[in-house]
């Protein structure tokens, strides 16, 4: 049950320090498929088992999870990105 791998890491690594939406489109398969699709797997699996001890959590992962893009419209750092994952 490994979701996340190095690549995952890489990935926000990269982000940080190329924080643009130049450097996002080129490397948007790596976020769909290294970081989006385990995020969403692992949430989907923790809402699971949460369900399973009688708690019932009526969203799903897309309901759970925060976009990667950053509201900057009133904030003095205008990067595009958020350098993690939220739920």
Same mark, same amino acid.
């Given at each position: $049950?490994?979701? =996340?791998? &190095?690549? *995952? %890491? !890489? =990935? =926000?690594d990269?982000?940080? !320090? +190329? +924080?643009t939406k130049e450097w996002f489109d080129t490397n948007?398969?790596?976020y769909e498929n290294k970081v989006k699709k385990p995020f969403n797997a692992f949430i989907e699996e923790l %809402? &699971?088992?949460y369900n399973a001890l009688g *708690?019932? %959590?009526? $969203?799903?992962a897309k309901d759970a999870i925060m976009r990667i893009n950053?509201? %900057?419209r009133f904030s003095n750092d205008k990067s595009p990105y958020k350098t993690h994952m939220g739920q």
């Open positions: $049950m490994v979701y =996340f791998d &190095a690549d *995952y %890491i !890489n =990935f =926000f990269g982000l940080e !320090n +190329n +924080n948007k398969k790596i %809402i &699971a088992a *708690y019932k %959590i009526p $969203m799903t950053r509201d %900057i």
